[in-house]
């Protein structure tokens, strides 16, 4: 398109599509269908994160169609050509025709007539559910299902549409993933102030010895750790890394701690990071007390020992949190693990839900957990007096 027409937010030219051109279509040609429609799968337009530069892949008037499993294979093919047949070239300006489906997410591509190719998938509401997140619908959810859904699947399915739910089912099932139960909220919870425990004194340790780019990669990465605690604590999905920082900023915290992080972010020297990460620290232990989920925690900073290094420690929050959680499922699992996304930082495992899947058994078999400390390797009271 060399001049496209206005921008709409993608998830709405999806809805205006449907509404005005698949669906007619359907209620003539299909009238005793069974069926549901909307936009619960891939793409910033399903997390309304989509803006003009959206549009060269990926991107368009786009949709999903839920069968009931029984009927799935015998009219998905007649649908698809029957819509190909009969849907208009253009919706709001927009081309319903689409070139490399299969290699570059989808181009929109102008024609004069059709039929065209359009962007819609067929599938039925347990095939979608186990492909995409791996939930098989027809099962109760265990701990381990849920830890091992990454959180931008469960964003988008949170985020998405539904536009028709003639089948009585999607909007339930889009409702039932909307947040862990509480005890897996407190257990997620505790393995992210754990990861911000194992680092909270490196970065002032990497920048006193000298490490400056060490001191600010450690900087970096536990305000990453934090505002992830934030996404976990206002219960939002966190998505991906392209849109994590636009995320964030629409939380209920982010006007107090978005200038903060963006100052710290820029410090030049670790003493002005560890002040204003220590400022951090104070509000985010502040925001953990608010949500009453455990006993009051002083949001406090004190030395590293006796190291000038200022720190919350932060596993009086990580205890805290693993008391407060009762149930014996969420308690039998890995002590520190996490979901999926808090122990993998890989794009090909957390986007191949048959990978994810695979390491649910670390929660099936908490191996972390089976094996008693051996304690220190060299007991120094055995060594030789000269062995130093």
């Given amino acids: 398109m060399s001049a496209p027409p206005p921008f709409i937010k993608g998830l709405e030219l999806s809805s205006l599509y449907f509404k005005e051109a698949v669906q007619p279509i359907l209620d003539s040609y299909f009238p005793h269908l069974d069926y549901s429609a909307g936009r619960l799968d891939f793409g910033s337009d399903v997390l309304g994160f989509d803006t003009p530069m959206s549009r060269d892949h990926d991107w368009g008037p786009r ?8 009927e799935l294979e015998s009219k ?91 089948l009585g089912r999607l909007l339930d099932l889009q409702e039932s993933l909307n947040w862990y139960s509480h005890d897996l909220w407190l257990y997620t919870l505790a393995a992210q102030w754990r990861q911000i425990d ?28 934090l505002m992830e605690l934030c996404f976990l604590m ?96 969420v308690l039998a699992l890995p002590r520190y693990a996490g979901s999926i996304d808090q ?6 495992i957390l986007e191949s839900i048959a990978l994810c899947q695979q390491l649910k058994t670390l929660y099936l078999a908490p191996i972390m957990d089976d094996f008693p400390d051996p304690g220190p390797l060299i007991d120094p009271l055995t060594l030789p007096e000269d062995s130093s």
């Avoid at 949709?63 to 029984?70: A, G, H, K, P, S």
């Avoid at 006193?208 to 001191?215: F, I, N, P, Y």
């Avoid at 939002?236 to 849109?243: D, E, L, M, T, V």
Wanted: hydrophobic fraction near 40%; charged fraction near 20%.
């Fill in 234 to 329: 206002e219960k939002h999905w966190p998505p991906y890394s392209k849109w994590f920082g636009t995320a964030f900023s629409s939380l209920k915290c982010a006007a107090d701690l978005q200038p903060l992080l963006m100052q710290l972010t820029a410090a030049l020297d670790w003493k002005t990071r560890q002040a204003l990460l220590s400022e951090v620290y104070l509000r985010v232990g502040e925001m953990h007390n608010r949500l009453e989920i455990t006993r009051f925690i002083q949001p406090e900073i004190s030395f590293f020992y006796s190291r000038p290094y200022r720190v919350p420690h932060a596993g009086r929050f990580v205890d805290a949190l693993r008391a407060a959680i009762q149930s014996d499922e």
């Fill in 76 to 166: 998905r093919v007649s649908i698809l050509r029957c819509l190909s047949h009969h849907l208009p070239v253009e919706i709001h300006g927009y081309p319903t025709h689409f070139i490399n489906l299969h290699s570059d997410g989808g181009i929109m591509k102008a024609v004069q007539h059709g039929p065209v190719t359009p962007y819609i998938s067929i599938t039925s509401p347990e095939r979608f559910f186990l492909g995409y997140a791996g939930v098989d619908i027809t099962r109760p959810l265990t701990a381990a299902n849920w830890l091992s859904i990454p959180w931008q699947r469960l964003a988008t399915i949170h985020s998405g549409r539904v536009f028709y739910d003639g």
């Fill in 63 to 70: 949709l999903m169609l839920f069968l009931v499993e029984e």
């Fill in 343 to 348: 122990f993998v930082d890989n794009t090909d």
């Fill in 198 to 225: 194992q680092e909270e004194p490196f970065m002032g340790r990497c920048g006193d010895a000298g490490d400056e780019l060490g001191s600010r990669d450690v900087s970096a990465r536990l305000v990453h750790r």
